[in-house]
């Protein structure tokens, strides 16, 4: 298809013949934004094991695989079981408690198999459900780097869990974190991100001198990303958004605004009350996710930033117009970076995949779903 | 199925044998809560149509239609294509913009169709869809309530829309409204009602004396839906979270404790730093929506309301322990009340069906998808 229009202008025809709302991914940014992360990680000796949360899809999985990524990042069991023929190598980061988690976990097809955890009851099932099954799992034993979510915080409580492993039998492969609480603009991470050394550097050292020196050190999170290789000993990164990028990671400077490779494209449905327009993307398409650093909105629009959505209702996304002289019409289409990717990735059934010159293509987001099938066909 | 533990509990058999997180809904209090609206409704006069957007499910529309609905409020295409059959009666209240869109409108399997909107543009559209399939489309006209969402809030434009309505041939039903700004407790709605009702009153005043009396005056959330009859001229309420109520409902008096419902069984899988437990149900669980009247927390425990769920990440709840001496171990479940059901409905493939004495019972939430079918199988 050959056209005048630009592929993300909302006249494009290709996006003129969508239903709305839609998720737009361009694949052009897609290929760029992965080969990004490729060479960074290269040129600082970093694994990359990309988190398979925000695209939850085998296309992307299997572009991440071809881009050079040693493995996939998982979050669920769907995750892995939809994804794990494809990456091979999976790290679930999340505990697996439970009898219905622990048999899918040593059931997945991965050729490799490690996951991350901070308590002894969590390693005692997932030590029993290998052996019972005559699996091997690894674990990585997982770290407080300073977010106050999961992950032991004492030098010795990681150090007890990495003898726990070794002694029920599993491989020990080391320690993992994730730095969520580091939200900053990329210039002012490097003081927290020295924190978190410091919290890395002492759980490293007692695992050294207690013989169980960790081989893989793994963290990272995509606002992190470019600052990676700051954190010392980390040896492995897993960032999930940086494949598709987002209003957060454009914010904090973390991806430019020709990095943005996802969004919502919306339709004008009103604009009768003044000052404002209503699209049809609301909570429900986008999620209602805040900005970080005080910024206002769920969301902006990729064409005119300062067009903010400012109030989400499941199905309807408030644009707040003060900022521009733009003043749309009813049934006109724009193109919305939400806040949060993940989110609205996994508030949709497909994604509409844009070609330079191509029609769009559905790709499904083929493991949102967590139980293993459904048990009717529904 | 005969136990000890009441259905509640999440030692309970039944519970016990599910995998978390997992959204249940306790089907006695189901048809309480439909027995209730519909005895208000019956007592004021008021038809009943509530809206199908919080269950989206087949199962439950009819259990609505069984109680006294008049027929079914939805919000999308996909909702009325899996609701029409089972209602007869469809008010799509949302503007249906795009060509996509008035398609599936106009072949809808209802037998009695009316969309709700408050632009030209739309009602152009309505009425050459309608035109064009020989399909008989009623409109109501919107009108702002004082939320600033939707809606024309000055009545010459109200007559002007229903002037238009008849002019292009289709029954002009009357008008509607959402006092989604309503919030507050019940004993403080009052002066907020009479606002809403001066507003509607305005805007019926000028459509009388333009020959176009509204027969139908359609509004009414659940926070409101007690207060319903205060509004002057009402004839129809349209409550959505009523089936279910969640702990929004529930913070501003619209609903007692054991009204609740619908909620979410999670499985603590971290207690590792201090002062809180870190559960499996996360924001692609529950779903990241504020509590009304400042409240803290994306939601509560439903056998402890004090315990509240302090942050959200996609798969992490963090549960606030300051205000319990209750210490959870790791694997123990808890049952989680979202501030916002409609949300977090939206994020389940289905819902497990709880009745006294019997095994969980799977129904799907068969209408959470958009396009009427996916381009592939995916």
Redesign the interface.
């Known amino acids: 298809m050959s056209t005048a229009t630009p592929a993300s202008d909302p006249l494009h025809p290709v996006l003129a013949a969508l ?3 839609a998720a737009l991914v361009e694949m052009e940014r897609v290929r760029r934004n992965l080969a990004r992360v490729s060479t960074y990680a290269a040129a600082h000796g970093l694994a990359w094991r990309p988190h398979a ?1 925000t695209h939850k899809s085998r296309r992307f999985a299997g572009m991440q695989m071809q881009a050079g990524a040693v493995g996939l990042t998982v ?2 069991l769907a995750e892995a079981e939809e994804l794990g023929a494809i990456a091979g190598d999976l790290l679930l980061a ?2 697996p ?2 009898e ?2 622990l048999r899918r976990l040593v059931e997945l097809p991965a050729r490799r198999l490690a996951v991350m955890l ?2 002894a ?2 390693l005692a ?1 997932v030590a029993e459900a290998a052996r019972a099954a005559g699996r091997e799992v690894e674990v990585v034993v ?1 770290v ?1 780097a300073g977010m ?6 004492v030098p010795a ?1 990681a150090v007890a869990l990495a003898r726990g492993t070794v002694d029920a039998g599993l491989p020990f492969r080391g320690v993992g974190f994730y730095p ?1 609480h580091v939200r900053s603009r990329l210039a002012e991470q490097r003081g927290q991100l020295r924190a978190v050394s410091a919290r890395l550097g002492a759980v490293r050292e007692a695992l050294a001198a207690a013989g169980l020196p960790p081989a893989v050190v793994s963290g990272g999170s995509t606002p992190t990303l470019w600052c990676s290789h700051e954190i010392d000993g980390l040896t492995e990164i897993r960032p999930g958004t940086s494949i598709f990028n987002d209003r957060s990671t454009a914010l904090v400077g973390a991806c430019a605004a020709d990095e943005l490779a996802y969004t919502v494209l919306a ?7 003044p000052g ?1 327009a ?1 699209v ?1 993307a609301g ?2 398409a986008l ?3 805040e900005a970080p650093l005080g910024a206002a909105g769920f969301g902006a629009l990729l064409e005119r930033p300062e067009v903010t959505v400012r ?1 989400l ?4 996304g ?1 644009l707040d117009l003060s900022q521009t002289d733009w003043r749309p ?3 006109e289409r724009v193109r919305i970076v939400p806040n949060h990717v ?2 609205s990735v ?2 949709q ?2 994604l509409w995949l844009l070609e330079e010159g191509a029609d769009a293509e ?1 790709s ?1 987001v ?1 493991a949102r ?3 293993r099938r ?3 066909a ?1």
Chains 1, 2 share one sequence.
């Open positions: 239903e709305t709302p949360k979050a669920t999340y505990p408690l439970g219905a988690r901070d308590s009851e969590a099932g997982e407080d106050g979510r999961l992950g032991v915080d409580a969520g339709t004008v449905v009103s604009t009768a009350v404002q209503v049809d909570s429900k999620g209602r996710e109030a209702s499941e199905e309807h408030t019409r009813v049934g993940c989110i996994n508030l059934e497909g559905w499904p083929s779903h967590r139980l459904p048990p009717t529904g």
